[in-house]
């Protein structure tokens, strides 16, 4: 655990200084059965005075790296970004990176304390997972040269930095094109705030699936939130209180369609029989609800995948194909929406 | 980010060697505003060349530290670990150190990947957050010398090693406890799986209360479970497929709460007007759930901070006051039990 230089065997020199086989010392190493117990200590001897450096942390090493790829992210809170998290971690896997994880807690403080430890530390790359405005990191980033990828739905139409997301408009598309094939007209969506170009999206995506159906938008069906639970279930409240209300409801992110969830639950209006809900981003929690979540899925293990691979391209210095790059969304069909029926026909 | 050790400036080093006064170069290291675009530039240019490090950053180097705290989980799912790693990412904001995080997913083979790559790479020291047994793992560390914490439930009664967790026994006793004091007499249990010493001591507190209060024990009424949401559906089907079904349910865990809900919705069975729930954990979606769940909290960002700060003390070559420490359980009521009320008057 030293940082000065050790002298650092290789395997077959610390076989020789034990007189094993290199096997024998792959085995220690590997922790791995069939040594025996005294083998096993005398190699262990050996690796400790000498602090073996196994090959791949060699390598980091002779290229002048760390071997550490470092995440920041708003908040650690099982939604989005633990899918993001899944495929970042299962591409480092491979790559024999090692995973440094932060939340910034939306305090700008905390975050220039990260950076500042980060630069002071050292890493070979960051993974950007900010949703909001982070033009003051990103440039830091680029000032210091560290190789970074944005991932992703940004607030600009263009960067000059790596960026991955998916494509949100379309989504938004989707999850209200399939609500009217279901024979609802009146659709209730609750966005994010839409000075964000992502919730913008989402919205022009309804709007779209609306006006290519010929059904003019009603802007009292529109209610803006912030992604929170608390959104869903205050403007779920807005949406049922309406002279006519909709039959189905579009909300922003899975987070907001627990919030709807809970407002419906209050209300006794039961789900699909006397609402469709459908969400957005397909999380962990979105198929445990009851009933299970329709919602529009974000390729999040994919896009954690390629933002890594992205990236270690960039640490190899290798150029991209692309630096900005959308995945696909989808839709998830579960159990939370069907064709809407007359109240009178409602148990 | 090259290892190899270059001259190390201080903060007045910089200031001199630019011309400007340290509270300048604080400002552009803490990427504050106020310092013009070409001063800005002359010191980034220096700290550049010199690789400016930082006092913690240097302490850590001086002590022969990496920085890095190492955490281990079985996988990222946003219940119970989210909680516990909020906490150690508070304490370790304070210590300065950055927090690599590697979920194992329960396979041997990667953990004996990521054991690898931590001897190699070195730690300061490991937070195991392994809920089955990895007592190869806890050797392992053990005979490397590096230091560590176990947190939450150990399947051993006592161990070589620090451990932290919680209060298990007595918040099974409080959960049913909590029921019978509503009028509950005929409660369903869903237990994880019952060789693990945590799954028995939540049956034992279960057990416990329903012997102080003169109920006796009907084994059908207990359900072995594995802790996932498909048990909470699988086995509520069954309890109220019982000739008596109870009024009702203690989940061993939020997830199979979730099951549980499942379940009762499908079979249009309301929350808690006609079955009661409680879980245990109280994770980060229970308040979201329709109707937010009454549970056992386990106090997991008490936890995390508490393990981070034990080892912070072991790696600074303290000793702990005590080494198996549990922290108090407590139920947090929200909405989802009431006192039964007979079938006939349901609506």
Known sequence: MELEQPKRLTMS??????GVSTTTVSKVLNQLPGVGA??????????????????????????GQTGLIDLVLMRLEGGYDLGIMHGVQETLMESGHRLAVFATHENEVVER??????FDQSTDGVLLLLPYEHGEIANSLLQQKIPFVAIGDRNEPATN?????????????????????LGHRRIGIITGPLHLMTSRARLAGYREALERAGIPVD?????????L??????????LLDLPEPP???F???DAQATGVYQALYQRNIRIPDDMSVIGFDDVTYSAQMAPPLTTIRQPLVEIGKMATNMLLRLIAGQTLESTNVELSTSIVIRQSCQSPRSKALST
Chains 1, 2 share one sequence.
């Open 13 to 18: 020199e610390i076989a020789r200084e034990v």
């Open 38 to 63: 005294q083998t096993r200590a005398r190699i262990q001897h050996v690796i400790e005075q000498h602090e073996y450096v196994q090959n791949h942390a060699a390598r980091h090493l002779r290229k």
């Open 113 to 118: 304390l990260w950076l500042r430890r980060l």
């Open 161 to 181: 930095f790596p960026t991955i997301g998916s494509t949100i408009w379309l989504g938004g598309y989707t999850a209200t094109e399939y609500l009217l094939s």
């Open 219 to 227: 802007p009292a069906l529109i209610c803006e939130g912030t992604y």
């Open 229 to 238: 639970l608390g959104d869903g279930l205050k403007q779920t409240y807005t």
């Open 247 to 249: 039959t189905a409801i």
């Open 251 to 253: 909300a922003g992110n």
